[in-house]
């Protein structure tokens, strides 16, 4: 009775070390390995994508003033733009104009306008 175990056991322990191995197993690798490197290319592009969003965000939570010069040098506010540009000049016209920051609630020194 012991020999037949020892020969069942042997023969199994044999088998299963004797067998080939799947050729599914090294497939399925290289897909992990592709899917891995696929999976690193998208959250490089959602970084990138996210950091774009970012900038564009916070040039919309600034407000540009536009500043007219009027009478002796005076100047006074005339707009207020939701966004942070650079204003162009019209032809003939004297202005500045500066940046507000709602998040440090500060406003940038006066910047003469450019020129058309």
């Known amino acids: 009775m012991k020999f037949v175990l020892i ?21 399925f690798e290289n897909q992990v ?9 998208l959250q490089k592009q959602n970084a990138d994508i996210v950091n774009q969003r970012d900038t564009c965000t916070a040039k919309f939570n600034r407000v540009t003033f536009l500043y ?10 005339a707009w207020a733009i939701p966004a942070d ?3 162009v000049l019209v032809t003939g ?24």
């Open 68 to 77: 007219d010069v009027g009478f002796l040098n005076n100047e006074t506010r």
């Open 85 to 87: 540009v650079d204003p």
């Open 93 to 116: 016209k004297t202005g500045t104009y500066s940046h507000y920051d709602p998040k440090t609630q500060t406003e940038t020194v006066h910047f003469k306008g450019k020129a058309q």
């Open 7 to 27: 020969a069942v056991l042997s023969l199994t322990i044999y088998g299963c070390q004797s067998q080939a191995p799947d050729p599914r197993i090294a497939q």
């Open 33 to 41: 390995t592709t899917l891995k490197a696929q999976n690193a290319d």
